[in-house]
């Protein structure tokens, strides 16, 4: 039982390349989650899917997509990745949507240059 | 406009005290509040929690306790260890919005 797992650990992009963050969940888990850690910040939600075929915007969801692509994975993709999304990101889950306890991957280290 | 406020960066306590880590909140449609530690490299995971119906949950070394008119929480962690030495997030969630909102954490430093 691996919990949330996320790829790639550490991943450095040049102004204007795209990529995508994968996440998985062995938990059988409905919801899941994207959030990003900046330093000296806390944790802020970019997108969510509460369940398998729907997503709805967070906090900060300018210039990030995100697809859940069955109910293990949600992806999230940067399609032209600027400086500001220099950032931990990090993917959660949880049973459902609005039970408390939410469980994170270890998060992958975003560079854009 | 900040919506959980964790005031101290750090906090450093001796082994074996008390360590006290304060939070405070605006949204009153908050539901629940949370406490999440982390160590470098790795993710959150979760400690605690508490209902805004409660004022206090206990789970061990841990204890959360809620002022609802102030607005303020704290965890409570008797006695400190060294493994305890991490960053600690507060995080709430309700007003029917899905999610948490987090605080930006306090670095506890528990020294021998």
């Known amino acids: 039982n691996a919990g949330v797992t996320q790829t790639p650990k550490f991943q450095v992009l040049k102004t204007g390349q795209s990529m995508t963050l994968q996440c998985a969940q062995d938990?059988?888990?409905?919801?899941m989650y994207w959030y990003r850690q900046d330093p000296g910040m806390g944790l802020r939600l970019i997108y969510y899917?509460?369940?398998?075929?729907?997503?709805d915007k967070g906090e900060v969801p300018n210039g990030y997509n995100v697809s859940r692509l069955n109910k293990r994975e949600f992806s999230l993709r940067l399609e032209s990745a600027a400086p500001s999304q220099t950032s931990v990101y990090f993917c959660?889950?949880?049973?459902?949507?609005?039970?408390?306890?939410?469980?994170f991957g270890p998060g992958t280290r975003l560079t854009v240059t | 406009d900040q919506q959980v406020k964790q005031n101290s960066p750090s906090l450093s306590v001796q082994e074996g005290r008390i360590s006290i880590l304060n939070c405070d909140y605006t949204?009153?449609?908050?539901?629940?509040f949370l406490w999440y530690k982390k160590y470098p490299a790795e993710g959150p995971t979760f400690l605690i929690s508490?209902?805004?119906?409660?004022d206090k949950n206990e789970d061990g070394r841990f204890t959360v306790f809620l002022n609802k008119s102030a607005k303020h929480l704290s965890l409570h962690i008797v006695p400190s260890q060294p493994g305890d030495s991490a960053v600690y997030f507060c995080?709430?969630?309700?007003?029917?919005?899905?999610?948490?909102?987090f605080g930006k954490g306090t670095h506890l430093i528990i020294q021998p």
């Open positions: 949204n009153s449609m908050f539901d629940y």
């Open positions: 508490i209902s805004s119906i409660k």
């Open positions: 899917s509460a369940s398998e075929g729907t997503t």
């Open positions: 995080a709430a969630e309700g007003g029917g919005a899905d999610g948490l909102t």
């Open positions: 959660a889950s949880r049973v459902l949507a609005g039970m408390l306890e939410q469980y």
């Open positions: 938990m059988n888990h409905n919801s």
